[in-house]
Every structure is written in structure tokens, then in C-alpha cells.
């Protein structure tokens, strides 16, 4: 497959998980697709999934996946995903080392084209192997993924992945 993570020949596709926990989740995913909408064309949209905070204790956590069609470099669209975070009422906090609440979070989790690293970003997201608040949204519509570097497909990483936080779809 060349490299690439796609079973189909579709390129230039990033996969970013959006996640909110903070005012109202619902309405603050809507708009931050709605802006991001009107820099990269919105390719497909998964479900709303609910579950617990994961590395702290807060509210439960509203995640959905996009794909979204990006011909620029990733640490443009990077740029861009912070600037609508703040645009959206995100305030990181730079001592924090851990996990907090958020307004929103959005996370470059996989690119067509494989690997990506820069100074600001590591493509596949480092941690998302750890996390079924990544994986399930993503064996969602996403299950002919591969990992580029485990060349594991989503369902296989799904099944061993030892996370126990429970996932739900939102309803």
C-alpha cells in the first residue's frame, strides 16, 4: 500500500477527534465543524459518543469523529485546529501536565498519507492507541484504517486495547 494507512485510493484525508466537556458539548462541536467546515471540506461526520473523563475526575466527556480533506501541510491544518480552540473558548493551561476539563479539544488522530512529524505535532496521534474514546468513534465508518506504524487495523487495536473506560453513543 505505498505507506498509506487507506485501503482505498483516497488521499489527503486527516481523521481529528473533537471532544468537549465543559458549557454545552453539543453546540460548541457543532460550531467548531461549522468553522473548521470553511477551511477543509468536510468529508463525513461519525456519531456523538459519551464517556467518563479519562485521566481526571470531571464531567463526562461528548467525543465525535470528522474526516476532512486537507491538501496543505498537517502543521498548517494544526494551526488552524488550534486557532478555532481558541476561537471556541479553549484556555490551555501551560503548567498543566495532565488532563482537565475542556470547552473543546480537537486532536489530529490519523492522515491518509501515513506519518507525520513535526515540531508541534505527531501524526498518529502518540496516544491513541490507549484510548477507546478514540478508537471506538473511529472503527465507527473508519475500520479500513490501518495504524502506519503497527500496520494494525482499528478493529484489532479496538480488541487490545486495555482502556476500560466504557464508551456509549450518545443518544
Known amino acids: 500500500m505505498d505507506g498509506k494507512i487507506r485501503s482505498t485510493d483516497q488521499r489527503n484525508r486527516v481523521l481529528i477527534l473533537l471532544g468537549s466537556n465543559l458549557e454545552d458539548p453539543i453546540s460548541v462541536i457543532k460550531a467548531v465543524i461549522n468553522d473548521l467546515n470553511k477551511l477543509a ?3 463525513k461526520k ?25 491538501e496543505f501541510p498537517l502543521c498548517d491544518l494544526m494551526t488552524c485546529l488550534l486557532d478555532i480552540e481558541r476561537k471556541n473558548g479553549r484556555i490551555r493551561n501551560k503548567k498543566l501536565q495532565d488532563y482537565e476539563n475542556r470547552v473543546i479539544d480537537i486532536d489530529i488522530i490519523l492522515w491518509s498519507e501515513g506519518e507525520y512529524l ?16 478514540v478508537l471506538i468513534p473511529l472503527a465507527e465508518y473508519w475500520s479500513d484504517w490501518t495504524h502506519p506504524n503497527s500496520k ?20
Open 118 to 133: 513535526s515540531p508541534n505535532l505527531e501524526v498518529p496521534h502518540p496516544r491513541m492507541l490507549k484510548r477507546r474514546f
Open 46 to 70: 461519525g456519531s456523538l459518543y459519551r464517556s467518563k473523563s479519562w485521566g481526571f475526575e470531571g464531567e463526562d466527556f461528548l467525543n465525535q469523529m470528522i474526516e476532512v480533506k486537507w
Open 41 to 43: 471540506p468536510l468529508v
Open 152 to 171: 494494525s487495523s482499528i478493529v484489532s487495536l479496538l480488541a487490545s486495547c486495555s482502556d476500560e473506560n466504557l464508551v456509549h453513543l450518545h443518544k
